[in-house]
């Protein structure tokens, strides 16, 4: 499995943005595709975004088409989602993960990381 560490959550206003990043320590994932995930009080986890390996291929969730983009930097062995236009409904756990196809189903993923909060206030 590869290891995923998420970073970059918090305390936003609504309308603001922010940028989280998921790295893998030690660990190359340039042939893995990624995605991103988030899990609300409550609720069930959701899709977020999903970018390919070789990030041309990227699937975004209907709620945030338009707000948040995701790309990443194989170099860097980091993925990144970028959260613009932030609203009080996109308040989760965010987690990144790994796996070998880019999809929407969590279940195409093999490998997650810890989650890291993201708090909108209205």
């Known amino acids: 499995q590869v290891q995923l560490a998420e970073t970059g959550g918090g305390l936003v206003q609504a309308g603001g943005s922010l940028r989280l990043s998921c790295a893998a320590p030690?660990?190359?994932?340039?042939?893995?595709?990624r995605g991103w995930f988030r899990q609300a009080p409550g609720k069930e986890r959701e899709f977020v975004a999903a970018?390919?390996?070789?990030?041309?291929?990227?699937y975004y969730a209907d709620p945030v088409k338009g707000r948040f983009t995701i790309s990443r930097d194989n170099a860097k062995n980091t993925v990144y989602l970028q959260m613009n236009s932030l609203k009080s409904e996109d308040t989760a756990v965010y987690y990144c993960a790994a796996g070998p196809r880019v999809a929407t189903s969590g279940a195409e993923y093999t490998s997650w990381g810890q989650g890291t909060q993201v708090t909108v206030s209205s």
């Open positions: 970018v390919s390996w070789g990030g041309a291929i990227t």
């Open positions: 030690g660990r190359t994932f340039s042939t893995h595709a």
